[in-house]
């Protein structure tokens, strides 16, 4: 939850949407920092939804952040929400 967090302030703060960070990180690397020890990470990020139906209405209707969102080789989420910036981080430790 800490790496969903940090990356969506980190987005607002810094005014950009991407899934590299401002310091050119990866979600890999984000998580890391964390202290996540991690077999598979993945993320998905969303921008100007409103409400979590908003959110997961996009993703769900997005086959790649669908595909996430489903798969089964993730067993742990974090997610995080500021202003209208939404990321949802997937973990499978090790």
């Given at each position: 939850m800490k790496t969903a967090q940090l990356h969506t302030?980190?987005?607002?703060?810094?005014?950009?949407?991407?899934h590299t960070g401002s310091d050119g990180s990866s979600v890999s690397q984000r998580v890391t920092r964390q202290g996540y020890e991690w077999r598979a990470v993945g993320e998905n990020i969303a921008y100007g939804q409103r409400s979590v139906e908003q959110v997961v209405e996009?993703?769900?209707n997005s086959p790649s952040h669908c595909r996430a969102i489903m798969d089964s080789e993730f067993t742990e989420l974090g997610a995080a929400r500021v202003e209208d910036h939404w990321t949802l981080v997937f973990g499978t430790p090790r």
């Open positions: 302030a980190d987005m607002v703060s810094k005014a950009y949407f991407s996009a993703w769900m």
